[in-house]
């Protein structure tokens, strides 16, 4: 099946040891998308890549970076977690970013803690 | 700019009843609208979606119609079961926001036997 892919599920950091948190899809999707979700609220978009083009949200904190070496792969990368970043991040592709192709398919999440 | 608005939650009832959960949205012109639901521990979950104006949208004995009238788009089930227990998420995607999903706050369901 067809599938959005998160690894891991769990990471545990330490506060100032910098992560990577992977995503892949099998989907061929152009469109990922990187959120950030705490506990009892709703996801929060960090940034997404159209394609190759990076597209930061402007309350996204510069911790917080990005890459997408290809289609199928994008990391998000925390230069320097704190304890304000332990959270799920949620990784979701879309086809396009149109009308008829919007809806975004989420993978299961990394939960990550911060000692 | 672009909003959903959804009802607080807890929301708790027992199996087999009905299910509501209101959502109203605020947008120019015709967005379109998505419900997904979490289970504990999980991603996100599409579990329907609709495009334009009156569309029904349908899945696993849930449904949704878009009235733009009333700018809504309330989730409804006529018998739920434990395992239907989950968050559920309002959302919207417009032109306008370059289709980025703009969520409600989420609504916590729970089913008791």
């Known amino acids: 099946d067809a599938m959005v892919i998160q690894n891991p599920r769990y990471q545990v950091t330490q506060f100032g040891k910098p992560v990577t948190l992977s995503c892949s899809q099998t989907?061929?999707?152009?469109?990922m998308y990187w959120y950030q979700q705490k506990s009892s609220q709703a996801p929060k978009l960090l940034f997404h890549?159209?394609?190759?083009?990076?597209?930061n949200e402007a309350d996204t904190p510069d911790n917080f970076q990005s890459r997408r070496p290809n289609t199928s792969f994008c990391f998000l990368d925390i230069r320097s977690p704190g304890l304000g970043d332990a959270a799920m991040y949620l990784c979701?592709?879309?086809?396009?970013?149109?009308?008829?192709?919007?809806?975004?398919?989420f993978g299961p999440g990394t939960r990550l803690t911060v000692l | 700019g672009d909003s959903v608005t959804q009802m607080e939650g807890p929301v708790t009832l027992s199996e087999e009843a009905f299910l509501t959960i209101n959502c109203t949205y605020t947008?120019?012109?015709?967005?379109?609208l998505f419900w997904y639901v979490q289970y504990p521990g999980e991603g996100l979950q599409l579990l329907l979606k609709?495009?334009?104006?009156?569309d029904k949208g349908s899945n696993k004995g849930f449904e949704a119609t878009y009235r733009k009238e009333t700018t809504s788009f309330h989730l409804e089930k006529g018998s739920v079961q434990v395992s239907d227990s989950a968050v559920y998420f309002c959302?919207?995607?417009?032109?306008?926001?370059?289709?980025?999903?703009?969520f409600g706050s989420g609504t916590r369901l729970l089913v008791r036997p």
């Open positions: 979701a592709t879309s086809r396009e970013r149109t009308a008829s192709y919007n809806e975004q398919f």
């Open positions: 989907l061929n999707h152009n469109v």
């Open positions: 890549y159209y394609d190759k083009d990076f597209n």
């Open positions: 947008a120019t012109g015709y967005p379109s």
């Open positions: 609709a495009t334009k104006a009156d």
């Open positions: 959302a919207l995607s417009h032109m306008d926001s370059s289709y980025k999903l703009i």
